[in-house]
């Protein structure tokens, strides 16, 4: 069983020496998104999960002190972080850590699934693209989501019994920013395939080693200026979509 942190207690200590020399030139944070640029033009990104930020999380107390600090005073936000911002700040610098190691396999995810009509696929966090898609494969298709402007929520229990039955799992990379990953892979029976998704996804085959994580896929970033701009401007996935490059790596 994995303990509760544990996958970004593994981040943390694969990115720290990585970037012992990294310098962070710019900080974005929008509504939906906070990105990263270090030197070297090194771009990281993930999401911002507004509707968990505590009422009183109103302003940031550090702005204007991260241009030029070192990347490695965001990095213990991975593990020390108190709310989804700070979290997030440090999952993006570790991502901004590992996107010169991003991986070159631009394939649909969903290609790679090789999704049957006999399979039950758990999406753990919606994908609203993704939906039409899996539908027309025959499969069928239970989404897990814990923010209820979005979906109706599933109790525990019916959301547990989707996780031991399904056979493909495709889990948001947020799991990350919430705490809740680990709570989900423990809550997993014997999927055949089990995926990690999203622009937020760390690119770090190795910190998931000896868990049923088989599939990252994550975003390099195309256009940083382009990126940065929706970024600022409160813009989401779909519009940094046609700047972004969407890759695949897979746990060994």
């Known amino acids: 069983m994995l303990p509760r942190g544990e996958i970004a207690r593994r981040l943390f200590d694969s990115v720290f020496y990585r970037g012992a020399s990294a310098v962070i030139e710019e900080v974005r944070i929008g509504l939906g998104y906070v990105g990263v640029r270090l030197d070297e033009g090194r771009v990281g990104l993930a999401a911002l999960l507004l509707h968990e930020l ?3 999380c109103s302003v940031f107390p550090d702005a204007g002190k991260l241009a030029g600090s070192k990347a490695r005073s965001l990095l213990s936000n991975i593990i020390e972080g108190q709310n989804p911002l700070t979290k997030a700040l440090g999952l993006t610098a570790a991502n901004a850590i590992l996107s010169a190691a991003s991986g070159e396999d631009e394939r649909d995810s969903l290609s790679i699934m090789k999704l049957l009509p006999e399979d039950h696929v758990a999406m753990v966090g919606l994908f609203t693209p993704m939906v039409p898609k899996i539908e027309a494969t025959g499969a069928k298709l239970t989404v897990i989501e814990r923010n209820p402007a979005r979906l109706a929520v599933l109790d525990k229990k019916e959301s547990g019994r989707i996780l031991k039955e399904c056979t493909v799992a495709i889990i948001t990379a947020t799991a990350l920013l919430n705490d809740t990953l680990e709570e989900v892979l423990n809550g997993l029976g014997n999927p055949r395939h089990v995926a990690i ?3 937020s996804t760390p690119l770090c085959p190795e910190i998931f080693q000896g868990t049923p994580v088989n599939h990252l896929g994550g975003a390099a970033v195309r256009d940083t200026k382009k990126v940065m ?22 746990v060994k």
């Open 54 to 56: 505590p009422a009183v």
């Open 197 to 199: 998704l999203g622009p």
């Open 229 to 250: 701009q929706i970024i600022s401007e409160g813009g989401g996935t779909p519009a940094m979509r046609p700047y972004l490059r969407f890759v695949n790596l897979f």
